[in-house]
């Protein structure tokens, strides 16, 4: 508290941060917190905006202030912060203090994908996607995409495989898209298990192994994932590639 006084930036950051969630001795007080990160980022500090952003956004009435909100989101934005990009992205894209801009959005997120924010790159694929009506195929989105995989995110991966998936017919791309789905279930991925379980049912950039793609979709099953529930359910309604069982058909389509 000493250097906070003196004026350290990061000194009063820390103070408010522990004033925002409650921690090093100190009691949960938004309005300690802002008086604190406001000090900050007086000094400019980028953290201080964007925990201010939130601050403001999740403060209880009468002391939320959406546009305020939005103003230290952009400080913060503007001196590089990916989160502040992507919150601001989350803004724009929700219509939180701002009108409804999915143009905007997806600049902000790509900002935010640019330096690896995994969370950003969905979004950013999401809004290509739906700006277009079709699976997106932009360069940006699968660069985006990239980033975020490489830094660890298994939704990025499964997110890759579909990009490959919905790219072409070709050998290339099967394989492009059963090996992204393929490190995703490495990660422990559902959604991931299910679609490589799938790629060895039907041969799709995998020598075919029926046997072994249903043991995968019922593992998918098994850990409650819809859509591996809804096709094991199909598989014993019609008896394909397992024996024909209503009963257990009916079991798993309940899910």
């Known amino acids: 508290r000493q250097q906070a006084e003196q004026g350290v930036a990061l000194a009063q950051y820390a103070i408010g941060r522990a004033y925002q969630i409650g921690r090093a001795g100190l009691l949960r007080d938004p309005v300690a917190a ?9 000094q400019d500090l980028a953290l201080a905006h964007l925990d201010l952003a939130f601050n403001y956004f999740s403060s209880p009435m009468p002391y939320r202030d959406a546009g305020k909100a ?13 989160e502040a990009w992507h919150l601001l992205g989350l803004c724009h894209y929700l219509g939180w203090g701002v009108p409804v801009n999915l143009s905007e959005a997806s600049r902000c997120f790509g900002q935010a994908a640019e330096q690896g924010h995994a969370t950003a790159a969905e979004l950013y694929t999401h809004l290509q996607s739906t700006q277009e009506g079709k699976p997106t195929t932009s360069q940006l989105a699968e660069k985006y995409l990239r980033l975020a995989a490489d830094k660890g995110s298994v939704p990025a991966m499964s997110q890759l495989g579909h990009f490959y998936d919905h790219g072409d017919d070709s050998e290339a791309a099967q394989g492009a898209a059963y090996g ?5 279930a490495a990660m422990g991925s559902l959604s991931g298990l299910w679609e490589v379980g799938h790629c060895y049912i039907i041969g799709a950039g995998v020598p075919q192994d029926i046997d072994y793609g249903v043991k995968l979709v019922m593992k998918a099953a098994d850990g409650k994932f819809t859509p591996a529930m809804a096709y094991l359910g199909q598989l014993y309604f019609n008896g394909l ?3 024909k069982d209503l009963t257990k058909s009916r079991l798993w389509l309940r899910w």
Do not use: S
């Open 70 to 82: 939005v103003n230290h989101a952009k400080l913060a934005a503007d001196k590089g912060h990916y």
């Open 241 to 243: 590639y397992l024996p």
């Open 180 to 184: 992204w789905w393929h490190q995703a």
């Open 34 to 42: 802002r008086e604190w990160l406001h000090r900050a980022a007086a």
